[in-house]
C-alpha cells in the first residue's frame, strides 16, 4: 500500500510538473504577444484586406491556429485566446480560420472605420447581374490557392448548371483572364464536360507574368484537374507559370491572347461578349481579371512622362540609373530590394508614412539591412509633389528637395475597375468587416454548408459506430454485470467475463490501444508535417468521440468494479481527463462574458439618462454629495477578482448595498422618484455581479486545459504501470 502511495505521489508530482511547464510557456508568451498587440492597436496598424477575426467567447484556447500561418506569428495569445497581432503582415491565407476547430475565427474583408469595395456575389459567386460570376483578385481574393479554390468551385457550380444543356456549336461559357483563378476555372470545366472560351488580354498567368524575376509567389499544394498535385511549398514566379504551361498542354486548353473585353451584351443563358477581336456568344460570364489591371496612379503632375511605371518587370534595365520606388507595402520593397542586389543602380524609395507597416517581416528586414549599408535611401515619411524629365520634386522633412532621378516605379496597389463594372450592370458593396459568408458578401458559403454537412454526417456515423459497441458489449454480459459481486463467481461466464478473463482481457487491450489513438488530435496540431491534413474540426470529433467512448469501454474491462489502488487512481484520472475536455469544448465557449457586458453597457447608458433626469432635484438635496457617491458606485467599473475573493465579497456587498439605499430614502420627497432610483441601482448592482462572476469562473476554468494535458500524460503512465502489472502477473494470453 504504502508502495502505491509513492508512485501515486510521484505520478502527481511529474503532473503538475508539466502543468507548471505549460503554465509558464503559455504566460510568457501572451506577455510577448500582448504587448505586440498593444502596440498594434496604439499605432492603428490596419490589415490590408481579408484577414480573420476571433471571436473570444468561442475561442477555447487550442491555439494551434498560430502555428499554420505561412507569414510567421500573425496571431498571438492575448487574455488566453487567439487574437490578430500582427494586422498589417496578414495577406489572407485563412488556414487560420480553417485550423479552428471550433469555428472561432471569422474571414473579414475591411473593418468598422476602412471597408473594402467588392463586387456583390452570391454562395456561387454570381454577381448582381445573373449569369455572371467574378472570382480570384477581383472578388477580393489575392492569394493564389485561394484564387485557384474559387476558379473550381465556380467550375463545379456551372458543371452541375449546364449539364445537358449543350448545344451543338455553341460555347457553354467565357472566361475573362487566364490567371490562376481563370486557368482553374477552365481546367475544372474541361472535366466538366463543360464547353468554354477562355480570353486573355495579356498573356497566361495574369498579375503574375509581371512579377519580378524569382518573386516567391505561392507557398501551398493545391490539386488541379489533368495535373494532380500542382505547386510546392516555395515556387518562383518562373516556375509556377512553367507549372501552368504543363498544366494546359496536359489538360488541351487554349488560352486566346491579346483579347481584350469591352462590354458584355445580352442576359443570363444568352450574352454577347464583345471582344477586340469579335463577339463571342456563351450562356455563362466568369470575370477572373485581377485589380493591378487598373494600378493605382500618382495623382501629381508630370505622371503620363514615360519613365514612371507602376511595376518592376526586369531589374537590369534600370542598371546605372537614378530610381525611386514609390510605396510601402511588398511590391515596393521587392522592386527595391531586387535593383539593389541585381544591379548598379542608385535606388531611393519613398513612403508617405514614417514605419513601413503592411509589408511581410522578411522584406522590411532585408529593406533595412540594404538602407544600412547604403544600397537604399529612404525617404519617410515624404510624398511626391511632381514627376520632371530629369528629377522628382520630394517633399520630406517640411520641405520640397529636388531629387535628380531617371526612373520612378510606382507600387502603389491596384483599384476595383469599378467603370467597367458599372458599365456591364454589376453592383457593388462596401464591407466593414463582414465575413466572406455574410449577407452582402455571401462568398464560399456553399462550400461551407457542404463542408458543415459532411462533418454532420461523420459525427453521426461515430455516434452510431459508439452505439453499437457499447450495445454489443452490454448484450455479451448483461446477465453478468448487473450481478453483485459475491454471486459473480458462480456465474456461468465468470472466467470468460472477468477482467482478468479472456473477454475481459481483451477489451482491457484494445480499449487501451483505442484510447491511445486520442494522441492523434495533440500530434495533428503540433507536427508540422500534419498541418493541413484533414480538417481539424474532424479531429477533435473523433479527439471527443475516443474520449468518451474510453471511460464506457474500459468499465466493461473492469467489470464495473474497482479491485486495486492503481486501477482506481487509473479510472480517475481517465475521468478527470474527460470532464476537462467537456469543459474545454463544451461549457468554456457557453460562459457569458460578452452579452453581459453589453448589456451592462446599455444599462449605464440608461442609467445615465435616469442620472440626467434627477439631477436636478438630487442637486436640490441637502445629501446630493451621498446620491451621486452611490449613484458613482453603481456605474464603476467591474472589478477583477479571482472566484474565491468574489464569493467572500458578494454577501457582504449585498449587506452594504441594501443599507446604503435605505439611507438615501430620506433625500427624496417623492417615493415614485426612489423607487425608480433604486430598482435602477439595484438592477445595475446584479448586472456587475454577473460581469464579475463570470470574469472569475473564466479565470479558474483557465486551467482546464492545463488539467486536460497534464493528466492525461499521467494517465498514460498509469496505463503503462497497470500493463506491467497485468504482464508481470502472467496476463499475457494475446503474445501467446
Known amino acids: 500500500m504504502a508502495l502505491d502511495v509513492l508512485i501515486l505521489a510521484a505520478l502527481l508530482l511529474i503532473a503538475a510538473g508539466a502543468g507548471w511547464w505549460m503554465v509558464t510557456r503559455r504566460r510568457k508568451r501572451q506577455a510577448a504577444d500582448s504587448e505586440v498587440h498593444a502596440q498594434a492597436v496604439a499605432e492603428g496598424r490596419l490589415p490590408p484586406t481579408l484577414h480573420p477575426v476571433v471571436d473570444p467567447d468561442k475561442c477555447m484556447g487550442s491555439l494551434s491556429c498560430l502555428s499554420v500561418c505561412p507569414e510567421g506569428d500573425i496571431l498571438g495569445v492575448v487574455d488566453g485566446k487567439a487574437a490578430l497581432i500582427n494586422p498589417a503582415a496578414c495577406i489572407g491565407h485563412g488556414k487560420c ?75 457553354d461559357v467565357v472566361i475573362v483572364g487566364a490567371g490562376p483563378s481563370g486557368l482553374a476555372a477552365a481546367l475544372g470545366l474541361k472535366k466538366k464536360g463543360i464547353t468554354f472560351r477562355l480570353l486573355e488580354q495579356d498573356t497566361v498567368g495574369g498579375t503574375i507574368a509581371h512579377y519580378p524575376r524569382q518573386k516567391v509567389v505561392m507557398t501551398e499544394k493545391v490539386d ?15 516556375e509556377l507559370l512553367e507549372s501552368w504551361a504543363k498544366a494546359i498542354e ?12 469591352e462590354k458584355i451584351d445580352g442576359d443570363d443563358g444568352a450574352f454577347v461578349v464583345q471582344t477586340t477581336k469579335g463577339p463571342v456568344a456563351a450562356k455563362k460570364v466568369v470575370l477572373a ?65 514614417a514605419e513601413l507597416g503592411k509589408a511581410r517581416d522578411a522584406n522590411k528586414k532585408r529593406f533595412k539591412q540594404l538602407v544600412d549599408e547604403g544600397r537604399i535611401f529612404a525617404f519617410m ?21 529636388d531629387l535628380p532621378n531617371d526612373f520612378v516605379i510606382a507600387c502603389l496597389g491596384g483599384e476595383v475597375p469599378t467603370e467597367f463594372l458599372q458599365k456591364n450592370g454589376i453592383g457593388m458593396t462596401r464591407l466593414y468587416g463582414e465575413s466572406l459568408g455574410g ?90 508535417r500534419l498541418k493541413g491534413f484533414r480538417s481539424i474540426r474532424g479531429w477533435l470529433t473523433f479527439h471527443q468521440f475516443v474520449g468518451f467512448m474510453s471511460p464506457l469501454v474500459i468499465a466493461f474491462h473492469a467489470a464495473f468494479r474497482s479491485n486495486n489502488t492503481l486501477a482506481t487512481v487509473t479510472s480517475i484520472a481517465l475521468g478527470v481527463v474527460v470532464l476537462t475536455g467537456i469543459v474545454g469544448r463544451f461549457f468554456w465557449g457557453v460562459v457569458p462574458g460578452g452579452k453581459q457586458r453589453a448589456e451592462l453597457g446599455e444599462l ?110 499521467m494517465m498514460v503512465v498509469l496505463i503503462a504501470a497497470h500493463i506491467g502489472v497485468s504482464l508481470f502477473l502472467g496476463y499475457t494470453w494475446i503474445f501467446k
Open 97 to 171: 480560420a480553417l485550423e479552428c476547430p471550433v469555428h472561432a475565427i471569422t474571414l473579414v474583408f475591411g473593418d468598422a472605420k476602412k471597408g473594402v469595395d467588392l463586387p456583390e456575389t452570391n454562395e456561387f459567386f454570381e454577381t448582381s447581374r445573373k449569369g455572371v460570376h467574378i472570382i480570384g483578385e477581383l472578388g477580393g481574393m489575392g492569394l493564389i490557392k485561394n484564387a485557384i479554390t474559387q476558379g473550381l468551385q465556380v467550375a463545379e457550380h456551372l458543371g452541375g448548371t449546364l449539364h445537358g444543356q449543350h448545344t451543338k456549336g455553341s460555347t
Open 224 to 238: 488541379l484537374p489533368f495535373y494532380g498535385k500542382f505547386g510546392k511549398s516555395l515556387i518562383s514566379k518562373e
Open 250 to 261: 496536359k489538360s488541351g486548353v487554349a488560352v486566346e491572347t491579346g483579347t481584350k473585353v
Open 289 to 353: 481579371v485581377g485589380r493591378r489591371g487598373t494600378p493605382r496612379k500618382l495623382g501629381v503632375p508630370g505622371e503620363e512622362l514615360p519613365k514612371v511605371t507602376y511595376r518592376l518587370i526586369d531589374a537590369q534595365q534600370y542598371d546605372g540609373g537614378r530610381v525611386l520606388v514609390v510605396g510601402g507595402g511588398d511590391a515596393a520593397l521587392e522592386a527595391a530590394i531586387q535593383i539593389a542586389e541585381e544591379t548598379e543602380a542608385e535606388v531611393a524609395l519613398s513612403y508617405r508614412q
Open 381 to 401: 515619411p515624404s510624398t511626391i509633389k511632381k514627376v520632371q524629365p530629369k528629377s522628382v520634386a520630394l517633399e520630406t522633412g517640411g520641405k520640397v528637395l
Open 439 to 528: 449577407a452582402k458578401a455571401g462568398r464560399a458559403s456553399a462550400t461551407e454548408q457542404e463542408a458543415e454537412r459532411k462533418h454532420n454526417r461523420f459525427a453521426f456515423t461515430l455516434f452510431t459506430v459508439g452505439a453499437l459497441i457499447v450495445a454489443a458489449l452490454f448484450v455479451v454480459g448483461w446477465d453478468y454485470y448487473r450481478l453483485p459481486p459475491p454471486l459473480r463467481l458462480k456465474h456461468a461466464a465468470h472466467v470468460f467475463l472477468k477482467p482478468a478473463g479472456v473477454w475481459g482481457h481483451g477489451v482491457g487491450i484494445v480499449a487501451t490501444l483505442f484510447m491511445m489513438s486520442n494522441f492523434l488530435y495533440a500530434l495533428r496540431k503540433r507536427w508540422e
Open 604 to 713: 449605464t447608458k440608461r442609467w445615465e439618462r435616469l442620472r440626467q433626469r434627477i439631477q436636478k432635484t438630487i442637486i436640490t438635496l441637502s445629501g446630493h454629495d451621498t446620491i451621486a457617491g452611490v449613484l458613482q458606485v453603481a456605474s464603476g467599473h467591474v472589478p477583477e477578482r479571482s472566484l474565491g475573493e468574489f464569493l467572500w465579497h458578494l454577501p457582504l456587498q449585498r449587506l452594504k448595498d441594501r443599507r446604503d439605499v435605505r439611507k438615501l430614502r430620506r433625500l427624496f420627497p417623492d417615493e415614485a422618484q426612489y423607487e425608480d432610483f433604486k430598482q435602477a441601482f439595484f438592477r445595475m448592482r446584479t448586472l456587475q455581479t454577473q460581469v464579475s462572476f463570470f470574469k472569475s469562473l473564466k479565470k479558474v476554468m483557465g486551467v482546464w486545459r492545463v488539467l486536460h494535458v497534464a493528466l492525461a500524460l
